[in-house]
């Protein structure tokens, strides 16, 4: 496709030459019709503008092309240097180290909000959402200026000013390791990143700063065991009805990520029930989703089904992001208005598989054209993430800096093998962090049960 709109182009503006024009103002001209054709065509149409930007320099009178083929080559080589920059391990320990002390801080500050909740709930809720927001988008940031992941989003032009506008309960296909990560990003830009919540294993509670942050946002664990989750779950959605601030609340209705091993038995599971097979799709359990929509029915406005995918099969991953490396999120949102959904627990089911069927239709448009659906309208990414990052880096770095000379001038064989041990540990502690989002260190959630009711 890239091909064929590079030779569209070129031809196109030979034709313009030809009618006397000039070449190089034939490319300036068609080259901004071709960069805004590539905005709505996939990545390697962002390709072909960039190529044609190299022509067009190649094509000046030759001193002034040697000029720019040099400082074209200087800029090549320049984020060549940012790229290896980017995959340095000094710099990721840097990235860790803020997160972790940051984090922790805020987790603090969190606790510290404690009595506030007997005297003002409401006010307690608005400051976690703010203290939340320090957190998330850090690795917000780190998607977004670190990387330069792009996101785009495919919607219609109806629904686009709705978002952040309303509560929203946001069915998302659980395929990728960054999912979570994406889902934040799409949150920053329609400004309620602080206030969003998401059904969530118990396991996640856990996890230091991030799932201890959660326990303020009043995030609804679950255990995965229908049985124990369907009084927990309940209670916690009801306690959301006078939340103070818009919020999506997150579903994977899969309830587990897409492994090729899982997705073969959750077919066998749709085939001893009677229900089309998924090609891209786990089968979805359903209670979750009919518990959420009856408790939230009244305070939240709509369905948002949620659709992603990455350009050229891309398999993105946290570890990916932290060494700078760019991926290509498209995310294709339908917003169907809460009272179309039925109230009756098995026709809402019903309704649910029938949802996955669509997405799984959605999923072959794409891997067959590229595309979803639609128009494209992305939001821009927002310089918030990135100057709260830069906020916490100086109220923490500074400490570390004095830390580190101290330490170093000192010359204390003890005081230096007590920091090194420190760093290690935190460094174990991030890896097992970044771990929980491994698909290879995934649950066996979706395994076990079928064996054992085999059993
Ligand atoms: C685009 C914008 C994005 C916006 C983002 C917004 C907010 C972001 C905020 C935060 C981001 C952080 C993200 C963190 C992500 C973390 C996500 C998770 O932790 S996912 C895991 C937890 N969540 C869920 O599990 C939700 C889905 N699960 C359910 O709804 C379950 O029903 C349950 C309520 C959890 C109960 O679980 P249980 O195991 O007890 O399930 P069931 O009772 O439903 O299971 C029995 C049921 O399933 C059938 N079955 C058996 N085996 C399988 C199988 N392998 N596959 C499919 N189905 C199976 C079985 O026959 C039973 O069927 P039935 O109900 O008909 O009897
Ligand atoms: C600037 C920042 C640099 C930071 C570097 C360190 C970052 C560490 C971040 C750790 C973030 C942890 C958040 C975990 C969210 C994982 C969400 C997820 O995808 O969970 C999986 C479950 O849904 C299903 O589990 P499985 O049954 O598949 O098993």
Same mark, same amino acid.
């Given at each position: 496709?890239?091909?064929k709109l590079?030779d569209?182009?070129?031809?196109?503006?030979a034709?313009d %030459?030809?009618?006397g024009r000039?070449?190089q103002?034939?490319l300036?001209t068609r080259?901004?019709a071709g960069t805004?054709q590539? /905005?709505?065509?996939?990545?390697?149409?962002?390709?072909?503008?960039h190529?044609?930007?190299?022509e067009?320099? $190649?094509?000046g009178g030759? &001193?002034?092309q040697n000029?720019s083929?040099s400082?074209?080559?200087?800029?090549?080589?320049?984020?060549?240097?940012l790229?290896?920059?980017?995959?340095?391990?000094?710099?990721?320990l840097?990235?860790c180290?803020? *997160?972790?002390a940051?984090?922790?801080?805020?987790?603090?500050?969190q606790? $510290?909000?404690l009595?506030?909740?007997?005297?003002?709930?409401?006010?307690?809720?608005r400051?976690n959402?703010?203290?939340?927001?320090c957190?998330s988008? !850090?690795?917000?940031?780190l998607? %977004?200026?670190w990387s330069g992941?792009?996101?785009?989003?495919?919607?219609? +032009?109806?629904t686009?000013?709705? *978002?952040g506008?309303?509560?929203a309960?946001?069915?998302l296909?659980?395929?990728?390791?960054?999912?979570?990560?994406?889902?934040?990003t799409?949150c920053?830009?329609f400004?309620?990143?602080?206030?969003?919540k998401?059904?969530?294993?118990?396991e996640?509670?856990?996890?230091?700063?991030i799932g201890?942050?959660?326990? *303020?946002?009043?995030i609804?664990?679950c255990?995965?065991k229908w049985e124990?989750d369907r009084?927990t779950?309940? !209670?916690?959605?009801?306690r959301?009805?006078?939340?103070?601030e818009n919020y999506?609340?997150?579903?994977?209705?899969?309830?587990?990520?897409?492994?090729?091993?899982?997705?073969?038995?959750?077919?066998?599971?749709a %085939?001893?029930?009677?229900?089309?097979?998924?090609?891209?799709h786990?089968?979805?359990?359903?209670k979750?989703?009919?518990?959420?929509?009856?408790?939230?029915?009244?305070?939240?406005?709509?369905v948002?089904?949620?659709?992603l995918?990455?350009r050229?099969?891309?398999?993105p991953?946290?570890?990916g992001?932290?060494?700078g490396?760019?991926?290509?999120?498209?995310?294709?949102?339908?917003?169907?208005?809460?009272?179309?959904?039925?109230?009756?627990?098995?026709e $809402?089911?019903a309704?649910l598989h029938?949802l996955?069927?669509e997405k /799984?239709?959605f999923?072959?448009?794409?891997?067959q054209?590229?595309?979803?659906?639609?128009p494209?309208?992305? +939001?821009?990414?927002r310089?918030?993430?990135?100057?709260n990052w830069?906020f916490w880096?100086?109220?923490v770095?500074?400490?570390l800096?004095?830390?580190?000379?101290h330490?170093?001038s000192?010359g204390?064989m003890?005081?230096?093998?007590t920091?090194?041990?420190?760093c290690?540990?935190?460094?174990?502690?991030v890896?097992?962090?970044?771990?929980?989002?491994e698909?290879?260190k995934? &649950?066996?959630?979706?395994?076990?049960e079928?064996?054992?009711?085999?059993?």
């Amino acid at each position: 496709m890239a091909k064929k709109l590079s030779d569209k182009v070129k031809a196109a503006a030979a034709a313009d %030459e030809s009618k006397g024009r000039g070449l190089q103002g034939a490319l300036r001209t068609r080259l901004r019709a071709g960069t805004q054709q590539a /905005d709505g065509c996939g990545s390697s149409c962002g390709e072909v503008a960039h190529s044609l930007v190299s022509e067009q320099l $190649c094509l000046g009178g030759s &001193s002034r092309q040697n000029n720019s083929w040099s400082s074209h080559k200087r800029l090549e080589r320049r984020m060549g240097l940012l790229q290896l920059l980017k995959s340095q391990l000094v710099c990721h320990l840097i990235l860790c180290y803020v *997160f972790l002390a940051s984090g922790l801080i805020v987790n603090l500050l969190q606790l $510290c909000t404690l009595p506030l909740w007997l005297v003002s709930k409401q006010l307690a809720r608005r400051v976690n959402i703010r203290l939340a927001y320090c957190i998330s988008s !850090q690795l917000v940031a780190l998607l %977004e200026w670190w990387s330069g992941t792009e996101c785009n989003l495919y919607t219609d +032009p109806e629904t686009y000013p709705l *978002f952040g506008k309303e509560n929203a309960i946001v069915v998302l296909n659980h395929n990728f390791e960054i999912d979570f990560l994406c889902g934040w990003t799409y949150c920053d830009r329609f400004g309620v990143l602080g206030s969003s919540k998401v059904l969530a294993k118990k396991e996640l509670s856990y996890v230091p700063v991030i799932g201890w942050m959660w326990y *303020f946002l009043e995030i609804v664990f679950c255990k995965r065991k229908w049985e124990e989750d369907r009084s927990t779950v309940a !209670q916690s959605l009801q306690r959301l009805w006078d939340y103070p601030e818009n919020y999506w609340f997150l579903l994977h209705c899969e309830g587990t990520r897409f492994t090729p091993k899982k997705h073969q038995i959750s077919m066998q599971v749709a %085939e001893s029930k009677g229900l089309p097979k998924l090609k891209y799709h786990l089968l979805p359990r359903t209670k979750g989703f009919w518990v959420t929509v009856q408790n939230l029915r009244g305070t939240v406005a709509a369905v948002y089904d949620s659709t992603l995918n990455f350009r050229n099969k891309e398999t993105p991953s946290l570890r990916g992001i932290l060494n700078g490396k760019k991926y290509h999120a498209d995310l294709y949102v339908r917003r169907i208005p809460l009272e179309l959904i039925p109230e009756d627990e098995a026709e $809402c089911a019903a309704w649910l598989h029938k949802l996955y069927q669509e997405k /799984d239709g959605f999923q072959e448009q794409y891997a067959q054209t590229g595309r979803f659906p639609g128009p494209i309208r992305s +939001p821009p990414r927002r310089l918030w993430s990135l100057i709260n990052w830069l906020f916490w880096s100086c109220i923490v770095l500074y400490p570390l800096f004095l830390l580190v000379t101290h330490l170093i001038s000192s010359g204390s064989m003890l005081a230096i093998t007590t920091a090194a041990v420190l760093c290690s540990a935190a460094s174990v502690g991030v890896r097992w962090m970044i771990g929980q989002t491994e698909i290879d260190k995934s &649950s066996n959630y979706g395994i076990k049960e079928v064996s054992l009711n085999n059993n």
